[in-house]
């Protein structure tokens, strides 16, 4: 969009944010399903590889297709957002093949071995797997603390010198625990570390780090920014440019986690109606948390939207709305967790979240499984608990399908 005529709204944003001249009049960005682009002669292709001239090499360094989905959620993570001297935030941001490919470029980009991450204990499964199994075999140790406690925070980066970057996932999976990233970047940032943030569950409509001084922001875009659970996607965003351009473009050219051009289409055309559907998402989730702290087969319900849940004022301070996702756990446990999934009829058993339709799964056998039980129960991932991405059917149909399947497990 040009400059003279600044958008005003974040549907606007994510419809027009990636808008140009696209070839044969095209209304929607091509799917360029292209490896390599051609060159008018050797000079321009020297010139292309020396960065003198700007253009396409190869996909594997950037695709046109991808290059509107990074600009469409560049400007959604800095939508209304002041750099430090007054103008636009300005991000660039690199789409790769899945969530974990962003995570390693990431990471590896900004880490050597010896250096340690910290970060909090209730996490997506890969990315404590990816830590713990993977990152740790090469000589980066992640320490794992409760950052919800700032004494805890303080003190761990001072008795830790190796830590170098702290990593921040809020809200968190399956707890839908909230760190506060404004306290515990400021802390970070005192010590001089790296922050990151993992916004996957909440979506830039719903939070921004970038307001509060991190460094990197992480999605899956299989998630809510896609919207539909019809490609695996990531993109890692940064606001130090030549960083961006330079160390973290070249781990990304060559770990060769790059996007492919349908599934950048796919993320393009679903992102357009991130505002409407996130409205939805969030109206059913409040109904559906109401419904299930009020069912008599349901022992407890992680929803931050509930002045219960113990980080509801955080997620209140920095979010528009406490989002979609919740767990929940019934009065009889594992087994009547599971009768109770094999009973849902509309709701969708599966894992992976952020759909238009509903999806419920078990964490403790399926997302986390690969967490050691002790470890899990200690982040209060217990054997029964459930989880649920609240879709966007009509939540009458939502509420009805839960309600046989629990009212079943109650008649058992
Ligand atoms: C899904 C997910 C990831 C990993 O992303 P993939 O696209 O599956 O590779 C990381 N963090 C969170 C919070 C997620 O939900």
Known sequence: ?????????????????????????????????TSTFTFDTADQGMKRFAGQ????????????????AEETIAAL?????????GSPLKLKAFLHASGQAAMVTMFMSNLTAGDTILSHFSLYGGTHELMHKVMGQNGIKTIIADLRNLDIVED????????????????????????????????????????????????????????Y????????????????????GGVLLGKDLDFMNGKA??????????????????LIVGMKTLEVRMERHCTNAVTVADFLVNHKAIEKVNYNGLAEHPDHAIAMKQMKHPGAMMSFE????????????????????????????TLISHPASMSHFGVARAQRLEYGITDGLIRMSVGMENVADILNDLDQALGGYAMA
């Open 156 to 211: 761990t980066i001072k008795k830790n010198p190796s830590i170098k970057l702290v990593h921040i996932e809020t809200p968190a999976n399956p707890t839908i625990q909230c760190v506060d990233i404004d306290a515990v970047s400021k802390i970070a940032k005192q010590h001089g570390l790296i922050v990151t943030v993992d916004n996957t569950f909440a979506t830039p409509y719903l939070q921004q780090p970038f307001l």
């Open 77 to 85: 993570e800095a939508f209304n957002i002041k750099d430090k001297d």
């Open 213 to 232: 001084d991190v460094d990197f922001v992480f999605h899956s875009t299989t998630k809510f920014l896609n919207g539909h659970g019809t490609a695996i």
């Open 330 to 357: 019934l009065k009889g446990g594992l087994e009547a967790g599971k009768k109770f999934i094999d009973r849902l009829q509309m709701c969708v058993r599966a894992v992976s979240l952020g759909t238009v339709d």
């Open 249 to 266: 473009y070249k781990w990304y050219k060559l770990l060769g986690g790059n996007s492919n051009a349908f599934d950048a289409f796919m």
């Open 1 to 33: 969009m040009s400059d003279q005529f600044p958008l005003t709204g974040i549907s606007s944003m994510a419809i027009h944010a990636g808008d140009q001249k696209f070839g044969e009049s095209s209304h929607l960005p091509p799917i360029y399903a």
């Open 53 to 68: 001239e700007d253009g396409y090499i190869y996909t594997r360094w950037g695709n046109p297709t991808f290059s509107v």
